[in-house]
């Protein structure tokens, strides 16, 4: 599997590199035991959750985004993450005890945090939670269209990439070529398809002064600091 992934990530940095001759962009892979790191003339991309930092933070009580995805009677058990990128919040999902579904649509970041998750799964720390973790490399319309099991999560969870606000500096080397590799692929579409979908909620990740997505009010709102989650509660929620 590791030798899988790790080929997937070299076949997919050089497409990127294709895609845009004029970018002159060079790059060094190393895939080593606790993730992946991608040095490039003028950004680094170092992905693991061995990271000391993000290991403090699944410690943390009261995670808002581990709130929105659970209720009082703590009777969710199952949630669909249809837009993984590089996994944290899934990561932090199964760590505390969710059975989690991540759809990630582009291959490249697909192989990078799978392959990251392989390397996660040795630690102690996480090894329960990487054996909770089931990823995917589709789009989360796809898989609620076409996957007869979309019915059986308890919870389904959305964090579409944000737009870049106008005002904002321009994004560094690194946020670009993430920007480059991701794309919300109707998402509009996939979050009608979740409301219908979920067992009990459907949550949202927004920019916390962002309007409700598709003008839909939601039932329970947490808010951070920069970020917030609307709770959208269906049926039987």
Not at 46 to 66: A, E, T, V, W, Y
Request: glycine content about 4%; charged content about 20%; proline content about 4%.
């Amino acid at each position: 599997t590791m030798t899988c992934l790790s080929l997937i990530v070299e076949a997919e940095l050089k497409k990127l590199i294709e895609s845009d001759p004029e970018a002159h962009f060079s790059y060094r892979v190393d895939l080593g035991d606790g993730g992946v790191l991608i040095q490039g003339e003028q950004f680094n991309i170092n992905h693991s959750f061995l990271d000391p930092i993000f290991l403090k933070r699944l410690l943390q009580p009261n995670q808002l985004l581990l709130k929105a995805c659970n209720n009082k009677q703590r009777s969710i058990k199952t949630v669909l993450d249809l837009t993984g990128g590089w996994g944290m919040d899934s990561v932090m999902i199964a760590h505390s005890g969710r059975t989690v579904t991540m759809l990630e649509q582009n291959r490249l970041i697909y192989a990078i945090t799978a392959y990251s998750l392989e390397c996660a799964r040795s630690h102690a720390r996480l090894t329960q939670a990487v054996d909770r973790i089931h990823a995917l490399n589709m789009t989360g319309r796809d898989f609620l269209v076409q996957n007869v099991m979309a019915e059986k999560f308890d919870c389904i969870y959305l964090d579409p990439m944000f737009p870049v606000h106008k005002s904002n500096a321009k994004p560094s080397k690194e946020m670009q070529l993430l920007q480059q590799m991701t794309h919300n692929v109707d998402i509009e579409t996939t979050f009608k398809l979740a409301l219908n979908r979920a067992n009990n909620r459907v949550v949202m990740k927004r920019p916390l002064k962002s309007p409700p997505f598709c003008d839909l009010q939601p039932d329970i709102v947490y808010r951070e600091k920069t970020v917030r989650f609307d709770v959208y509660l269906t049926a039987s929620g």
